[in-house]
């Protein structure tokens, strides 16, 4: 019996593979005249759904100075715009406060989703 349990249980996991993988999603942050924001929007808004990153996390908006979703659980209130909190099925597990431009946003959440689990292949 237990080597039938075993059994389906793998198969399972190939058949179903994303089915025990943490929902991942980058939380965003922002407010209406924000300029660091606006900066993030052409910089990186527009690739970001088509990279690792993008796939491995996508991206969820909001504003500061909105009721914060129900499904959402952070570990410290928000007070800056950007604000990009990595959560893992709703709950922070990691954050960058600010956006001082594209290599910075990349290298630090490339750290945090690789502190996730969340491995990214580079093509550099």
Known sequence: MRHLILRLLA???LVF???LRAEMTLLMAEEDGCMWCARW?????EI???TPEGN???LRRVDIHA?????IALERPLYYTPTFVLLDNGREV???EGYPGEDFF????????RDAGILIETSG
């Not at 929007?41 to 808004?45: A, F, H, K, M, Q």
């Open 11 to 13: 198969i399972t996991l």
């Open 17 to 19: 593979p994303m089915a």
């Open 41 to 45: 929007d052409s910089e990186i808004s």
């Open 48 to 50: 970001y759904p088509k």
């Open 56 to 58: 491995a996390a996508p």
């Open 67 to 71: 009721a914060m979703p129900d499904d």
């Open 94 to 96: 990691g954050r960058i």
């Open 106 to 113: 990349w290298g630090v959440l490339g750290v945090l989703l």
